[in-house]
Each structure stands twice: as structure tokens, then as C-alpha cells.
């Protein structure tokens, strides 16, 4: 059996990882999203961006994989597993996911925003978070930024591919902690319901793609990943 995961920054939350649209606790309600992440945001300030990123890939070190992480996981003894993620954290293949696909880019991957050189260089310490922060250059005289993929930008080729692929062959698509508004990820729960494969969305909020899911499920990912695959035959029944 085939099973697709896409997952969202709520399966991350409970390992205390900010959401992006959770207003109480996303990361954005404190900051400007299209003033962080953005490539416009990139030119005007790169110092106010390099320094958040930075801190959210220090922040990375303090946090662990959840159960629903681990769940994911541990799915690999009993299926084949495909993991479509949008987040840039590396807490799936931290809990052992081997088929990780990132289609907004990583934390842990940075590039000359010039040459495109992949940068191999120490990152500059960051124990606390700061607004602004130069970030190292590259020799070619351009500058170093994270590998994510910011709005305007489009997503990376191969991670697009094996999404796409890893979609299509499952024989069910497990959809959680995504607010299901940004495409073209949104876009792969609709392509398996045009296939014909069952959605299962995992998310204590109603999104957009509840009213099409096969089964929406109103729980946590830390609550709900753990026992889903043995509810599976119950729930597609
Ligand atoms: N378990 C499961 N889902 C949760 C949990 C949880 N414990 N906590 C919150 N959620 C849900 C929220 O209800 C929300 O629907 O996770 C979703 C998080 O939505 P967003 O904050 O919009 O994050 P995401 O869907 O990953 O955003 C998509 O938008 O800004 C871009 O590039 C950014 O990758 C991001 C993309």
C-alpha cells in the first residue's frame, strides 16, 4: 500500500513550532509576511530577513519531532511512504521519514541569491532572536539566503515532480496541519480526488478542503497520526 502524506505547519505546532496563520501564536502576526518573506522583501531589507530566518533555523535546534511526526514515520514498516511537506523544518526526517519532499525549500539549505552556489560555509550564532542581521557573502559579491521559497517564487522543480508522482500512485493521500489556501500545494488533495484516491484531512480547524475530503477528521496531528492507519479500513469503508 501507498501512503501520501501532505503536511502543513500544524504538524509541527505541537513540538512548539509556530504556525504561520494561527493569529494568537503564528509567526506572523508579529511580523509583516510579505515584508519576510518575500523576494521584494529580500531587496529591500535582506539584514531584517537574514535574521529572521536564521533565528527560525537556530529555533529549529530546541524543538523535537512530534508523535504525529513519528507516526509518519513508523508508517514505513507497514507502507510505502511519501512525505509532501510545505514546511521547511526538518522534523520528518529527524522522526525518520526517508521520502521527505519540500516544496517550500529548508531551514538547512542556503544559496548565493547571485550565483546560486550552494553555501557551505559556518552560519553566524543567533542565541536569541534579533531584527536585524547581515547576512555572510558569497565571493561572487552576491548575498547568502536560505533556500526557501518565498512568495512570487516558484516551487523547486524536482520536489514539484516527486509531489506530483508520490500523489498520484497513493492509494490514499493523508492531508494535516495545512490551511489548504496556498497553491499549487493546495492543488495535490484535488488532483487525488480527480484520481479517485481518498483524502483523509487531519485538522482540528474546518479549511477549504473539508467539504471535498473523503474523511475530515476535527483532531491534532500528535492525536490523530498515532492510530490512523490501523482506522483506516474502518474509515474508507
Ligand atoms: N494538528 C494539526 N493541524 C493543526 C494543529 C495541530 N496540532 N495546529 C494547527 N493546525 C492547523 C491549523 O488549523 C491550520 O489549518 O494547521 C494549519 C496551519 O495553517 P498555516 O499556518 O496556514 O500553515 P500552512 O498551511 O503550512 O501554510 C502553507 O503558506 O505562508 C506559506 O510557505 C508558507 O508553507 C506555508 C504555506
Same mark, same amino acid.
Given at each position: 500500500m501507498q501512503v501520501t502524506v501532505l503536511s502543513g505547519a500544524g504538524i509541527s505546532a505541537e513540538s512548539g513550532v509556530p504556525t504561520?496563520?494561527?493569529?494568537? /501564536?503564528?509567526l506572523w502576526a508579529k511580523v509583516d509576511p510579505y515584508e519576510i518573506s518575500s523576494s521584494q522583501g529580500w531587496q529591500a531589507h535582506p539584514e531584517k530577513v537574514w535574521a529572521w530566518y536564521l533565528w527560525r533555523h537556530y529555533m529549529m535546534e530546541s524543538v523535537q519531532p512530534n508523535n504525529g511526526h513519528l507516526a509518519v514515520a513508523a508508517w514505513q514498516d507497514h507502507a510505502q511512504v511519501h512525505v509532501v511537506t510545505?514546511?521547511?523544518?526538518?522534523l520528518h526526517e529527524r522522526a525518520g521519514s526517508r521520502n521527505v519532499y519540500h516544496l517550500h525549500g529548508s531551514l538547512f539549505e542556503f544559496r548565493c541569491d547571485a550565483c546560486g552556489s550552494p553555501f557551505e560555509g559556518d552560519l553566524p550564532a543567533m542565541p536569541e532572536p534579533v531584527a536585524s542581521a547581515d547576512p555572510p557573502q558569497c565571493p561572487c559579491g552576491g548575498l547568502i539566503r536560505p533556500n526557501v521559497v518565498w512568495f512570487g517564487e516558484a516551487l523547486p522543480e524536482d520536489a514539484w515532480q516527486r509531489s506530483v508522482d508520490a500523489v498520484t500512485n497513493a492509494d490514499v493521500v493523508i492531508v494535516v496541519? /495545512?490551511?489548504?489556501?496556498?497553491y499549487p500545494a493546495a492543488g495535490l488533495p484535488e488532483l487525488a480526488l480527480a484520481n479517485g484516491t481518498p483524502v483523509i484531512e487531519v485538522n482540528p480547524e474546518r479549511t477549504p478542503l473539508s467539504d471535498a475530503a473523503t474523511v475530515t477528521l476535527r483532531e491534532t496531528a500528535a492525536s490523530a497520526l498515532p492510530g490512523l492507519l490501523q482506522r483506516l479500513p474502518a474509515l474508507l469503508r
Open positions: 504561520f496563520r494561527d493569529v494568537e /501564536t503564528g510545505q514546511n521547511v523544518d526538518n496541519g /495545512t490551511s489548504s489556501i496556498v
